[in-house]
């Protein structure tokens, strides 16, 4: 994107002239993911195709100061896709999908492209114009050997005698399943750094416990 005319094409030309029925003269934010915003405006529609010119270029900054990665086994039907859109509205930078010993679902490779459209419409929804990064899904042994994470490492876990607790800042935060990380994956975090953390006295859905997680 750069200032002067621009077509627009695809399923966000039909949002743009079908859906929210823009005309000629109306004026719209395009963003690619680069941090900026490009106000332009359009000159006109056609059945596939909406013609646009960019105003101009605005920096804009609405991410976190730091990495904030989210790695969360996922939970039934709809309430993947509310995690995913409540993560890009806090500013998760990265979310990795979790294959775990007692997940209920097996995420496959087709959720990466599924997931990145939710965390796309989301950012759209909320003016955020940097895309969170979303993974292939990988077993928790896999993940915890990642070398490009945040040195900080929490694992949350629903045990009483939990008692570590979140910090703001770099960090990432793993989520279990429904019935949480088994004893052997907690055992083998704690053996690789990570601190076992604890988000209170209740146990929470997955998608409730990322949220909050990242809210701290």
């Not at 621009?6 to 823009?22: K, Q």
């Not at 999908?97 to 909320?126: D, G, H, N, W, Y």
């Not at 859905?205 to 701290?216: C, L, P, S």
Request: charged share 20%; net charge neutral; glycine share 8%.
């Amino acid at each position: 994107l750069a200032p002067g005319e621009y077509t627009l094409t695809g399923s966000e030309a039909h949002h743009l002239a079908s859906v929210r029925r823009f005309v000629a003269g109306d004026r719209v934010t395009l963003f690619n993911g680069d941090g900026n915003d490009y106000p332009a405006v359009v000159l006109g529609s056609g059945k596939k195709s909406v013609s646009l010119t960019v105003l101009g270029v605005e920096p804009t900054a609405r991410e976190l100061p730091f990495p904030l990665v989210v790695a969360s086994a996922l939970p039934k039907g709809d309430r993947a896709d509310f995690l995913i859109e409540k993560l890009t509205e806090l500013g998760v930078t990265r979310f990795v999908p979790l294959i775990t010993a007692r997940s209920v679902v097996q995420p496959k490779e087709a959720a990466v492209e599924k997931f990145t459209r939710t965390a796309i419409e989301a950012s759209k929804q909320c003016g955020r114009n940097r895309i969170m990064t979303v993974d292939t899904p990988r077993t928790w042994a896999a993940f915890m050997k990642l070398p490009d994470i945040p040195e900080r490492r929490f694992v949350l876990h629903t045990d009483s005698a939990t008692t570590g607790r979140l910090v703001t800042g770099a960090c990432v935060v793993a989520v279990g399943p429904e019935g949480g990380f088994a004893p052997e994956e907690v055992n083998a975090a704690g053996a690789a750094g990570w601190v076992a953390a604890s988000l209170g006295p209740r146990v929470m859905r997955v998608e409730t416990a990322a949220v909050a997680a990242a809210v701290v």
